[in-house]
T-cell receptor
Framework: DGGITQSPKYLFRKEGQNVTLSCEQN?????MYWYRQDPGQGLRLIYY???????QKGDIAEGYSVSREKKESFPLTVTSAQKNPTAFYLC???????????FGEGSWLTVV | EDQVTQSPEALRLQEGESSSLNCSYT??????LFWYRQDPGKGPEFLFT???AGEEKEKERLKATLTKKESFLHITAPKPEDSATYLC?????????FGTGTRLTIIP
């Protein structure tokens, strides 16, 4: 079954701990993205990658880190430096920047 | 800076009552105008991409249109299952910029 898979769906962490969200796709898309969604706000871009071993900061990259060691994988680490990490995180894939992107089912992160 | 404004924020309709959602945008170098549907707790589901003014696309009870400054998502004779948040986004040179969405509720 082709598509994009995020895991875990729900994640709880204590304040001060780093946490990594997984995103895997099997459609051979070049571009992958991480967005954050908060109530009443639009999706905000955290990081994006157009090619393996390369990625760019989005609008709210502070407190986050990513890697793109394989084309199919784009994990996001929420570090302890992120001041307000509790949110709904969405991973997406697409062919090239600026064109249609397709989202995963999202991961809920709650920091207590 | 690319900007997207969606209105209204929320819309309640009776089943069968047609209406339109608005998406106004400013972008340098439009590469596409995108509509998504998002159900609570789920990732956005792709609906349409529009590329140039005058273009229209349809899917079941939904029709999207595009002008140089805005896009409309028309919903004809909606059913309760059309209840969702509808997101609009514009594709610029490198990335998509999203609006905050319109939360649509269809009352049986």
């Amino acid at each position: 079954d082709g598509g994009i898979t995020q895991s875990p769906k729900y994640l709880f962490r204590k304040e001060g701990q780093n946490v990594t969200l997984s995103c895997e796709q099997n459609l051979n898309h070049d571009a992958m993205y991480w967005y954050r969604q908060d109530p009443g706000q639009g999706l905000r871009l955290i990081y994006y990658s157009q090619i393996v071993n390369d990625f760019q900061k989005g609008d709210i990259a502070e407190g986050y880190s990513v890697s793109r060691e394989k084309k199919e994988s784009f994990p996001l680490t929420v570090t302890s430096a992120q001041k307000n990490p509790t949110a709904f995180y969405l991973c997406a894939m697409g062919t090239t920047s600026g064109n249609t992107i397709y989202f995963g089912e999202g991961s809920w992160l709650t920091v207590v | 800076e690319d900007q997207v404004t969606q209105s209204p924020e929320a819309l309640r309709l009776q089943e069968g009552e047609s209406s339109s959602l608005n998406c106004s945008y400013t972008v340098s170098g439009l590469r596409g105008l995108f509509w998504y549907r998002q159900d609570p707790g789920k990732g956005p589901e792709f609906l349409f991409t529009l590329y140039s003014a005058g273009e229209e696309k349809e899917k079941e009870r939904l029709k999207a249109t595009l002008t140089k400054k805005e896009s409309f998502l028309h919903i004809t004779a909606p059913k309760p299952e059309d209840s969702a948040t509808y997101l609009c986004a514009v594709g610029g040179n490198e990335k998509l910029t999203f609006g905050t969405g319109t939360r649509l509720t269809i009352i049986p």
